[in-house]
């Protein structure tokens, strides 16, 4: 049985300096409302892996430093995804991205570009374009 998550999370989760260590981890969700962590203004990190997510559209809040979404089937990931965003570690590695799955605008926009440590391995990709990549040149 596959799990959706909606912007009902909030309802329950709603506490500051939040860490969600695995509450999220294995649970068979396939699917992430837009706006399910939109009201989670002080979540810092968020574990998604070993679940059947695969498109990465849903908003991250601004102040979330950690996302670890390994271990899915993510295929494609929204333009501007981590746009403002704090995050300094990235987990995408054991997924289904392959040609296309990151456009050239996905890393636009990341404000700690200094500190940010992206895993991509175990994926499909062949080549990353450098125009991908460009924004996290420092």
Do not use: W
Request: proline share 3%.
């Amino acid at each position: 049985q596959n799990l959706k998550l909606t912007n009902d999370v909030t309802n329950f989760i709603m506490t500051s300096q939040i860490s969600l260590p695995s509450l999220f981890s294995d649970d068979q969700i396939s699917f992430i409302e837009v706006d399910a962590f939109i009201r989670l203004y002080n979540l810092k990190s968020l574990y998604l892996s070993g679940n059947a997510i695969e498109h990465l559209d849903f908003v991250i809040p601004k102040s979330l430093e950690v996302l670890d979404v390994s271990k899915n089937v993510v295929t494609t990931i929204k333009s501007f995804f981590l746009n403002g965003t704090k995050i300094k570690n990235l987990d995408l590695s054991s997924n289904m991205l392959g040609k296309g799955a990151l456009k050239n605008d996905v890393f636009e926009g990341i404000r700690t570009r200094p500190q940010l440590s992206i895993d991509l391995t175990n994926n499909n990709l062949v080549t990353v374009r450098n125009e991908t990549m460009a924004p996290l040149v420092y």
